[in-house]
C-alpha cells in the first residue's frame, strides 16, 4: 500500500493551512498515496503562533473539516487531519480520519498532553483504529508517541500495521539546523520513532511541520526499526511510502505480557 506524509510549512492562517493542504493532497493522490497524514494541530495551527480567535471558533473548524472532507473527495484520496476541536468538556487536540469518499471515519484524541500544554487542551480517554482499503492503523499524537510508547503498542496488540504520528518539534525563531538524520547529536525523536516501530513490530509514520529549525524530519520505520524515507530539514512537501502490511507482525507487542503488570 502506497501512504504519503505532507509536510508543510507551519500555516500563517487556517485559511493558509488549508491552501497549503490542498496543494499537497492533490501531490500525494497524483503520486498514488490511498492516504496521506498531517501534521500536529494542523488545522488551524499549532496554539501560541499568533492565530487570530475567530480561527478557532467551533463554526470556523467545522468548515475547514468540510472542506477537507471535499478536497478527499475530489482527489479520492483518504486524509488524517490534526485539528483543534471543541468537546463538551473543553478544547481537544486530535485527528479525524476522512474517507476518499469524504466521510469522518472517526477521531483519535492527544491522551497523553505535554505539561506545558495542559492550560491549552483538554485530555482525551479513548484509543481507536482505524481501517482504509484494508489497512488498519492507530493514531498518536506528538508527546503521547514520543514519551508513551504504550500507546502505540496498544494498537500493535490490536492488529496495527503502522501507527501514523502527527507531531510538531522545532520553529522559526531559533534553534540549530540538522542535516543528518538519525544523527546521534539530534534531539532523541527520530530514534524514538524507530523504536515505536521494532519495539512492536509494525510500521511507525511520524510527519512534522517544515519549519526552519525543525527539530525531527517526517519519516516512514519499518518494523525493523529502518527508516524507509524521510524529508529534508526545513522543506515543504510529501514522502511517499510503500508498505507491505504483511511484514507488520506486531509480534513483540502480541508477546507483552500486560498481566503482569496489572496492580
Known amino acids: 500500500m502506497r501512504i504519503a506524509l505532507a509536510t508543510p ?14 496543494t499537497l493532497v492533490k501531490q500525494a493522490a497524483e503520486a ?37 472532507r471535499y478536497i478527499a473527495v475530489q482527489n479520492a484520496i483518504a486524509i ?28 483519535q484524541t492527544k491522551n497523553q498532553l505535554d505539561p506545558t500544554e495542559d492550560e491549552i487542551w483538554i485530555a482525551g480517554t479513548n484509543r481507536k483504529l482505524f481501517e482504509v482499503n484494508g489497512l488498519k492503523f492507530g493514531i498518536t499524537i506528538c508527546h503521547e508517541g514520543f514519551r508513551y510508547p504504550e500507546s502505540v503498542r496498544w494498537a500493535a496488540q490490536n492488529g496495527a500495521a503502522i501507527v ?45 511541520y517544515a519549519s526552519t529549525y525543525t527539530e525531527s524530519a517526517s519519516s516512514v520505520i519499518d518494523p525493523n526499526g529502518s527508516c524507509i524515507v524521510n524529508s529534508g530539514y526545513g522543506k515543504e ?21 500486560n498481566e503482569l503488570y496489572n496492580t
Open 237 to 257: 512537501g510529501i514522502i511517499i511510502a510503500d508498505i507491505e502490511p504483511v511484514r507488520a507482525t506486531g509480534i513483540l507487542a502480541k508477546r507483552f505480557k
Open 80 to 107: 488524517i487531519i490534526p485539528m483543534d476541536w471543541h468537546s463538551a468538556t473543553g478544547l481537544q487536540n486530535l485527528a479525524f480520519v476522512v474517507s476518499s469518499t469524504g466521510e469522518v471515519l472517526g477521531y
Open 164 to 208: 501514523f504520528h502527527p507531531h510538531f518539534t522545532g520553529g522559526n525563531e531559533q534553534g540549530v539546523q540538522l542535516q543528518e538524520w538519525g544523527k546521534k547529536e539530534n534531539p532523541y525523536y527520530e530514534k524514538a520513532m524507530m523504536m515505536r516501530a521494532i519495539e512492536n513490530t509494525i510500521y511507525f509514520a511520524s510527519v512534522n
Open 32 to 68: 498514488g498515496a490511498e492516504i496521506v497524514c498531517f501534521p500536529e494541530s494542523y488545522l488551524p495551527g499549532y496554539p501560541g503562533m499568533g492565530y487570530t480567535p475567530e480561527d478557532r471558533t467551533q463554526i470556523k473548524l467545522q468548515q475547514a473539516l468540510d472542506a477537507v
Open 9 to 22: 510549512p507551519i500555516p500563517t492562517s487556517l485559511a493558509k493551512g488549508l491552501v497549503w493542504l490542498e
